[in-house]
């Protein structure tokens, strides 16, 4: 069955930077686009970017364009999260998500999330 | 941006009745070639990552119960839960997918028991 599991979560100062990683297992990775959404504590959801099977495309939502990268390796079947210049409104639970697509769509599989805190 | 507003911010029902949540979006999600509205429904549980409820606006996902539909057309969406479980208490959230990203959700609806 398809399997997201994030790591690379936690603790780190405004300023500094981080990496989320995403290892998927269970469907052909390489044939879908894949999302990074986030959840800050209490809050609703935030498309953050989206990345397409092949990763020629990618998306961000202005608030971390120039600051965030998402990036895939289809060998390693793994999604990642480049966050720099991290700033505590960037804190919430960072969610990889599946789309059925090869471009980006609606998300049928997500991870169980990793938190980011940004705190001095 | 397209802007998501769902209807009501939060919502208690009664066991077996009826539960319907809105979803406003700022312009248009029906792609007029395809005749299809790019409009999902997801169901947020506490301590739990989202799950696709409904796709396409109207298209149950494989597994969901049958008591949840999705319609409307355009701007103007439902999602219903026709007889309201003990299970069904969570988060609902809209997200439009028309188009190039950004791809934004709605803030969500909380559904209670009454």
């Known amino acids: 069955q398809v399997q997201l599991v994030e790591s690379g979560g936690g603790v780190v100062q405004p300023g500094r930077s981080l990496r989320l990683s995403c290892a998927a297992s269970?469907?052909?990775?390489?044939?879908?686009?894949m999302y990074w959404v986030r959840q800050a504590p209490g809050k609703g959801l935030e498309w953050v970017a989206v990345m397409s099977f092949d990763g020629s495309i990618k998306y961000y939502a202005d608030s971390v364009k120039g600051r965030f990268t998402i990036s895939r390796d289809n060998s390693k079947n793994t999604l990642y999260l480049q966050m720099n210049s991290l700033r505590a409104e960037d804190t919430a639970v960072y969610y990889c998500?599946?789309?059925?697509?090869?471009?980006?769509?609606?998300?049928?599989?997500w991870g169980q999330g990793t938190l980011v805190t940004v705190s001095s | 941006d397209i802007v998501m507003t769902q209807s009501p911010d939060s919502l208690a029902v009664s066991l077996g009745e009826r539960a319907t949540i809105n979803c406003k979006s700022s312009?248009?999600?029906?792609?007029?070639?395809?005749?299809?509205?790019?409009l999902a429904w997801y169901q947020q549980k506490p301590g739990q990552p989202p799950k696709l409820l409904i796709y396409?606006?109207?298209t149950r996902e494989s597994g969901v119960p049958d008591r949840f539909s999705g319609s409307g057309s355009g701007t103007d969406f439902t999602l219903t839960i026709s007889s309201l479980q003990a299970e069904d208490v969570a988060v609902y959230f809209c997200?439009?997918?028309?188009?190039?990203?950004?791809?934004?959700f709605g803030q969500g609806t909380k559904l209670e028991i009454k």
């Open positions: 998500a599946k789309t059925p697509t090869r471009s980006g769509s609606y998300c049928d599989y």
């Open positions: 312009q248009s999600v029906l792609y007029s070639s395809n005749n299809k509205n790019y």
């Open positions: 269970g469907f052909t990775f390489s044939s879908y686009a």
């Open positions: 997200q439009q997918y028309y188009g190039a990203p950004p791809y934004t």
């Open positions: 396409w606006a109207s």
